[in-house]
């Protein structure tokens, strides 16, 4: 009696694989045009895999073969090119078969070795057919670990860096790959030089190269020893800065370094001085566009102009000069918007303002 169960039980589960063999999904619809594609499965001595059809680039979920005694590898092209295991996902290109390789036994142990190709030791680690790894870290002094390779120098395959999952098919060689660079903040630029150009209404701001920096940032003042503010930024090592300036005004400028993993400190302070004055008269017009707020005051040049409305404007009469704008809300007692205008004769600038997306 009980070896009659054994054999019903067996039986059992020998039809359960078969089911999961026959019902692998492909899609009923497909992008590809031209006729139908079919893949074909062979087992190699295993359960009968149907065959799917479907179009070009069509995708199919690839199936689960069984056989006694054997430890299921992956399905290969007949050149022995690896085109995924049970689950995974196998795109229509054209009419082809596939090919069930076995490992002998019910179970094999594989092992992965990492070459960290100069970087910090990282042991041996072994695994089952099939079973997830996560990859180790390593480091190296100057610099950033770009993650483990098949193949040295970042050639190959990639199979992901420090702390993600690899699934293990068989023994492997994993190499460290190694971008110049540590994995740190970068220095304070050096040699920051400012220099005026007054007929354009331009500074030019330069400096070295930071070894390790992805870009820079450019930050101004009016007063050597008061508040810098953002300016700009630069994927080079020179900065022009359009902004109008007061005639005769000296401004002064700070530059940080940025990367990945945060900013500079700021570098030596530059100045340099716009000289000349444009002469006439202009006109500035500031228009409110919020639909909530009323500007309550405005500055222009240090000087109170008053307030407008929401959704309406003022123009002002202006001496051909540059000035600075700032606009308090009723919001709020701060200031919350500053900007630039060049006024030049007989000519009209505009500055729009919309506290709407400031809250």
Known sequence: MELKNFYKSLLAIIMALLFACETAYYPTTGGGTGGSYTIYFD???????????????????????????????????????????????????????????????????????????????????????????????????????????????????????????????????????????????????????????????????????????????IYRSDNLNGSYYFVGYSYSNSFSDYAPYFSSQTYFYKVKALNTYGASAFSNVASATILGEINGVGTLVIKNISNIYNITNVYIGGVSYGSISKNSSMSYQLTSSNYRVEVKDDYGDDYIFTAYATIKSGQTTTLTYDADSFY
């Open 43 to 217: 087992t190699d001595g295993g359960d009968y895999c149907y065959s799917k059809s479907g179009y070009y680039g069509d995708e199919i979920v690839l199936p689960l073969p069984y056989k006694f005694g054997y430890t299921f590898r992956g399905w290969y092209s007949s050149s022995g090119s690896y085109y995924g295991r049970d689950g995974d996902i196998y795109r229509i290109t054209s009419s082809t078969t596939l090919y069930a390789h076995w490992g002998t036994g019910i179970s094999q142990t594989f092992r992965i070795s990492f070459d960290s190709q100069g970087g910090t030791y990282c042991s041996d680690r072994s695994a089952d057919y099939g079973e997830n790894i996560t990859l180790p870290y390593t480091t190296k002094n100057g610099y950033s670990f770009g993650g483990w390779y098949s193949s040295p120098n970042g050639y190959g395959a990639y199979y992901g860096g420090g702390g993600e999952t690899y699934r293990v098919y068989s023994d492997m060689i994993l190499y460290a790959y190694w971008v110049l660079g540590e994995n740190t903040i970068p220095s304070a630029p050096t040699g920051v030089s400012a220099s005026a150009y007054s007929s354009e209404n331009t500074i030019k701001i330069s400096w070295n190269y930071v070894t390790n920096a992805d870009y820079y940032e």
